[in-house]
Structure formats: C-alpha cells, structure tokens
C-alpha cells in the first residue's frame, strides 16, 4: 500500500520561496506519474507541476518560470521548488501518485501541507 507524506509548507512573505517534498512509501509502478496540486479556500483543486518517471515535466501557466518540480529516485521523494512566491499562491498544496496510465486525479493523494504568502 503506498503513502504519501508532504511537508515544506508554511508561512512565507510575497517574494519568498519554500520547498515541499513528498515521500512516497510502499510499492508503487515503475511507470508512474506524480502530481502537485493545490486547492485554496472556495477553489477547486488546481493542478500545479507533473513530473513522470522518464522526467517529462510540466506546468500550469500561472507557475512556469517560478516552480519547479524534481525528483530523487534514490528517496522515493518527488520535490516542489516554489519561487518569487505571491499570495495568490497561498492554498493546500497536495501531492497525488498515480500510474503512468490512470486518470489524472485518481491514485494516492497526501495529507497536503499548508502555503500561505503574506503581502
């Protein structure tokens, strides 16, 4: 069964920048898909960075240029870096594992870690 733990979050001026890392434990495929989403207060979930297992990335327009997704297949970990950070930014940030070939939403969702920018 696979788990996935978030952390990273916290409270952040405009400008700022915070990393968040998500740990995946258990077995999972090989082929895999991890998404970063978020979901602020009254929104819906939002899609934010994809990275799969062969390193394609990809994200949505309101971030590119300022977060970057990694990973570290040694640490089963997959990372969100999040630069030149504003409040708009501020939401539940949630990590989702899924295989290569599921639907994008479906699979294993974090527990989510808080962002918040201040202005």
């Known amino acids: 069964q696979v788990q996935l733990v978030e952390s990273g979050g916290g409270l952040v001026q405009t400008g700022g920048s915070l990393r968040l890392s998500c740990v995946a434990s258990?077995?999972?495929?090989?082929?895999?898909?991890m998404d970063w989403y978020r979901q602020a207060p009254g929104n819906q979930r939002e899609l934010v960075a994809t990275?799969?297992?062969?390193?394609?990335?990809n994200y949505a327009d309101s971030v590119k240029g300022r977060f970057t997704i990694s990973r570290d297949n040694a640490k089963n970990t997959v990372y969100l870096q999040m630069n030149s950070l504003k409040p708009e930014d501020t939401a539940v940030y949630y990590c989702?594992?899924?295989?290569?070939?599921?639907?994008?939403?479906?699979?294993?969702w974090g527990q989510g870690t808080q962002v918040t920018v201040s202005s």
């Open positions: 989702n594992l899924r295989p290569i070939l599921a639907f994008r939403g479906s699979g294993v």
């Open positions: 258990g077995s999972f495929s090989s082929a895999y898909v």
């Open positions: 990275i799969t297992s062969g390193g394609i990335v």
